[in-house]
């Protein structure tokens, strides 16, 4: 007669089997709550199969590891707001799925000198003497002009540095016969003893690999305060992206050439 602990033995056997037949199979079935599963891959000779991310700053690095571990369906997918570019090596097909989690991953370096561009040129008020070093600091890089044409960079900087604030106050009274009234104007404006840019040209490689690029930068004066403050804003940040992502994008597929190479991203789930 089988007793109560050898039918559970039994079970227990068939329900094993079938979870390694499931397993196998790469399917589903319904276990014990108290079954618990054990990865014994780390005790083979080798693994599955690959899974991980190279990480690289250099894209010639990142094609030849595209050149030995894509397999069917890798693609590349070019992130314009990142300026980054991911290789899903095992992407797989519609007809045979991958599960997408072996990748490559490009992050191009900034230079140093269109790092110091979007500290210094984000709209943000700035004081005299910062943008004054900035201007000193990049000298080949740099043109500036107003309304009256080039101004060299020595002019520029002195100018920069000698803004000044006066403030004007007018007072006008005007007295009726039934009626007062009393208003003031006040104005402020900014003024310095040398010519004052308005337009400022940084011409840079904006990450390694990539063309040489021209940013035009508005510099302003803020008045509301004791000293001036100046602001600069690259003009057109967006379409500069824009390109420098496409430009990123041709780069990539030119060096690539083994497999498709997109705008966008994608999250495997």
């Not at 196998?24 to 618990?36: D, G, H, I, M, Q």
């Not at 000779?45 to 991310?53: L, M, P, T």
């Not at 991911?86 to 799925?97: D, K, Q, S, Y």
């Not at 910062?130 to 100018?159: H, Q, R």
Request: with cysteine; hydrophobic share 40%; glycine share 4%.
């Amino acid at each position: 007669m089988i007793d109560k602990q050898a039918i559970e033995a039994l079970q227990m056997s068939q329900a094993i089997t079938s979870a390694n037949d499931c397993i196998s199979a790469t399917a589903v079935t319904a276990l014990p709550e108290n079954f618990r599963l054990h990865d014994l891959e780390k005790h083979q000779v080798f693994r599955r199969r690959a899974i991980g991310q190279m990480n690289t700053t250099s894209v010639q690095d990142f094609a030849s590891y595209i050149g030995d571990h894509a397999e069917p369906g890798a693609t590349v997918f070019v992130n314009a707001d990142s300026m980054k570019a991911v290789a899903v090596l095992n992407l797989g097909t519609p007809e045979e799925p991958g599960h997408a989690d072996n990748t490559a991953a490009l992050a191009p370096k900034k230079t140093a000198a269109f790092t110091a561009l979007l500290t210094m040129a984000n709209g943000q008020p700035r004081s005299q003497q910062d943008v004054a070093e900035f201007l000193e600091d990049w000298p080949s890089m740099v043109s500036c002009y107003n309304d009256d044409g080039t101004i060299t960079n020595a002019k520029a900087i002195a100018a920069v540095r000698k803004v000044s604030i006066e403030a004007m106050r007018k007072m006008e009274s005007v007295e009726k016969q039934h009626a007062a009234s009393r208003s003031a104007f006040e104005s402020i404006q900014a003024t310095s003893t040398e010519p004052l840019p308005t337009l400022v040209y940084f011409e840079t490689v904006p990450y390694n690999g990539l063309n040489s690029r021209l940013f035009v930068m508005r510099l302003g004066v803020r008045t509301g305060g004791d000293k001036p403050a100046l602001t600069l804003r690259v003009q057109n940040m967006e379409q500069h992206e824009e390109d420098m992502a496409t430009e990123l994008a041709a780069l990539v597929s030119n060096t690539v050439k083994t497999i498709p190479v997109l705008l966008g991203t994608y999250q495997p789930k």
